[in-house]
């Protein structure tokens, strides 16, 4: 769908893109890196908005720096930055964009009330979209990037200024544009788990570097620690903290998903228990059943792409290592503060 080569792009003041070299496969895609990684001036590229520097780049198989117009005829576009017209109607302004993209305008006006429909926008469709929730604006410019049936949608931060319902349903519908009309999907994000959720692969880029390449399988693969999480009871008010103490008693290695700060379990009801060997089962299984404890779940714990990328930053060369280390803890890409001082504010680096 996507491929890219030693592709580049530099201003005065920053390099946005360093020698990127990328192939993106069909599916749904996430491009994940801090504000300032790249991202937007990738896709810029990609669309033929923005020559590069050097290097090449292809879109389902078009070259960017000469088939730009055919590019955008075959992809769609949902831009980050709010640029809806106030005084129209999300109908008016997806039919204009459909008719932009070539649609008669009957097929534009049917496709417009289809496609608002599936972003769960047709009873509000005739409403003047100034006076729309920023949920809604998301959905009409994911609306108009979907309305001329494109083989690739790029998404540029779709989930910014939702709240986490809204977020939810938006991952939600990003899902459905492939599985239920067989779209390609790239989009991106600053949120690693909005993008373990949602996607099929992962591309990492940070200061115009890829970082990494790899399905979302590979990067949640499984661990060598259960998860098991159990219920309280009359007998046992706080059931966590007892199969904590009868686990460790049993000489197993627990730990609680989250630790407080002087290592004793957290709050949280979800101990994770490294497996030694089939063994560690039945001792889990019996210390539940002796405790009268209701099994919640008992299952293989799979990592998540923050964890992963924490764990590589731990012994990562000095060159790598402050990008791993800029994850929140909330799985929320923190830019560095150098990153910051060579962008000089400059938007297009974002």
């Not at 117009?69 to 831009?79: L, N, Q």
């Given at each position: 769908m996507i491929a890219t080569e030693s592709l580049s792009k530099r201003f005065p003041r920053v390099t946005a893109l360093d020698r990127l070299s990328v192939d993106i496969a069909p599916g749904v895609t996430g491009l994940v890196g801090a504000n300032g990684a790249g991202k937007s001036t990738l896709i810029k590229?990609?669309?033929?908005?923005?020559?590069?520097?050097?290097?090449?780049?292809?879109?389902?198989?078009?070259?960017?720096?000469?088939?730009?117009?055919?590019?955008?005829?075959?992809?769609?576009?949902?831009?980050?930055h709010d640029c809806l017209p106030p005084d129209v109607s999300a109908t008016e302004f997806v039919v204009h964009m459909a008719r932009m993209s070539g649609l008669p305008a009957t097929a534009a006006r049917e496709r417009t009330a289809d496609t608002l429909r599936h972003v769960g926008l047709y009873e509000e469709r005739y409403r003047p979209m100034g006076g729309y929730s920023t949920g809604m604006?998301?959905?009409?410019?994911?609306?108009?990037?979907?309305?001329?049936?494109?083989?690739?949608?790029?998404?540029?931060?779709?989930?910014?200024?939702?709240?986490?319902?809204?977020?939810?349903?938006?991952?939600?519908?990003?899902?459905?544009?492939?599985?239920?009309f067989g779209i390609s999907v790239l989009v991106t994000?600053?949120?690693?788990?909005?993008?373990?959720?949602?996607?099929?692969?992962?591309?990492?880029?940070?200061?115009?570097k890829l970082l990494r390449s790899s399905s979302t399988d590979d990067f949640t693969q499984s661990t060598g620690?259960?998860?098991?999480?159990?219920?309280?009871?009359?007998?046992?008010?706080?059931?966590?903290?007892?199969?904590?103490?009868?686990?460790?008693?049993?000489g197993l290695t627990v730990r609680p998903a989250g630790r407080a700060a002087d290592g004793t379990p957290a709050s949280g009801r979800v101990l994770l228990v490294d497996v030694v060997d089939d063994s560690t089962y039945d001792t889990v299984r019996d210390a539940v059943t002796d405790l009268e404890l209701g099994l919640v779940r008992m299952e293989q714990r799979r990592h998540r792409i923050a964890e992963v990328f924490r764990d590589e930053g731990e012994g990562d060369t000095p060159a790598t290592a402050p990008a791993a280390a800029g994850w929140g803890a909330g799985r929320q890409w923190a830019p560095a503060a150098q990153r910051d001082e060579q962008n000089g504010g400059a938007p297009d680096a974002a």
């Open positions: 590229i990609l669309l033929g908005l923005s020559p590069a520097t050097e290097g090449r780049a292809s879109v389902l198989g078009l070259d960017v720096a000469t088939e730009g117009a055919a590019i955008r005829e075959r992809v769609g576009y949902m831009p980050e604006k998301q959905r009409v410019k994911l609306a108009q990037a979907l309305v001329h049936d494109p083989q690739l949608v790029l998404l540029d931060e779709p989930t910014n200024g939702l709240d986490p319902v809204g977020r939810d349903e938006m991952l939600g519908l990003i899902r459905r544009v492939h599985t239920d994000s600053h949120l690693l788990g909005e993008l373990e959720r949602t996607c099929d692969h992962v591309v990492v880029i940070d200061g115009g620690s259960l998860a098991v999480e159990v219920t309280d009871s009359d007998a046992r008010p706080d059931g966590t903290a007892a199969l904590y103490a009868a686990l460790a008693g049993a």
